[in-house]
């Protein structure tokens, strides 16, 4: 068993290397550049939605008010009728960045904080490069991809989306688990 506290330098070290290839994937390869595709008519829409001024919030339409009503034959129609549309409305001005950066960050530090817990209950200091890179990289691939199934299993997010972001979460994976395997305490 290894103390957490003896794990500070890769938990760190590997936050901040997921930080920095993450930000490499996002801004210099284009992997992600079609991810979400410019919407047909996208001015009109913006036009039509603008004036009923949606606040910001997860939206599901159409949706019933109940069980009940979800199998009445006027929400059949409503769904037949469509669209059927899932709506993330964020708040109007330029994205703040430096917030969403932050916080991708501190998750970043979080997922490896778990991968050394996980790791350290079951490894002593000294344990092989191997095993250490064994426990923290599937603790890490768990932490930063298997929760994006959920989008495309319940909520229609497309696969290829969800495929590229668990790819990316597998690269994540890697660096941790070799980050820790080369800082293990000897």
Known sequence: MTDVAALWIPILVSGVLVFIVSSLIHMVLPWHKNDYPKMPDED???DALRPLAIPPGAYFMPRPASMKEMGSPEFMDKLKR?????????????DAMGSRLGSWFLY???VSILAALVAGSALPAGAP????FHF?????????SLALWQMSIWYDRPWMLTIKSTIDGLIYALVTAETFALLWPR
Do not use: D, E
Not at 82 to 94: D, E, H, I, S, T
Not at 136 to 144: H, I, M, N
């Open 129 to 132: 490069h191997r095993s250490v």
């Open 108 to 110: 970043s530090l979080v």
């Open 136 to 144: 923290v990289a599937l603790t890490a691939f768990v932490g930063y």
């Open 82 to 94: 469509g669209p059927v549309l899932m709506l993330q409305v964020r708040k109007n001005g330029p």
């Open 44 to 46: 009109k829409v913006l």
